[in-house]
């Protein structure tokens, strides 16, 4: 499996950036998705998930309303849309899937494949 995230990029707090991930290597249909992020200095932590099928997503509390995840099955994708980005915002986000199908995300980041990251940097 492969996870290629892209988008990332430096914005101004209160700006917009959308995060995309492709995922190649085998089905992508049946596999919950999501995004964690580590900040400077910090440890890695949960973003944003979407089941197997779209039908629930999931967020950190400091990022509702503002973030939202959504998949493309036809296109392989997983999206991240974020709004009214804050510095505390900025980190390196990483795109995870899970590796076995129809579970959610689970808190043991073993349970994961994990993309390398792309920055994302929010300045004040």
């Known amino acids: 499996v492969q996870l290629q995230a892209s988008g990332g990029g430096s914005v101004q707090a209160g700006g917009s950036l959308r995060l995309s991930c492709s995922s190649t290597g085998r089905i992508f249909s049946v596999y919950a998705m999501g995004w964690f992020r580590q900040a400077p200095g910090k440890e890695r932590e949960f973003v944003a998930a979407?089941?197997?099928?779209?039908?629930?997503?999931n967020y950190t509390d400091s990022v509702k309303g503002r973030f939202t995840i959504s998949r493309g099955n036809a296109k392989r994708t997983v999206d991240l849309q974020m709004t009214g980005l804050k510095p505390e915002d900025t980190a390196v986000y990483y795109c995870?899937?899970?590796?076995?199908?129809?579970?959610?995300?689970?808190?043991?980041?073993?349970?994961?494949?994990w993309g390398k990251g792309t920055l994302v940097t929010v300045s004040s």
């Open positions: 979407i089941t197997w099928n779209g039908d629930t997503t």
């Open positions: 995870v899937q899970h590796r076995v199908p129809y579970q959610p995300l689970s808190d043991d980041n073993d349970d994961h494949y």
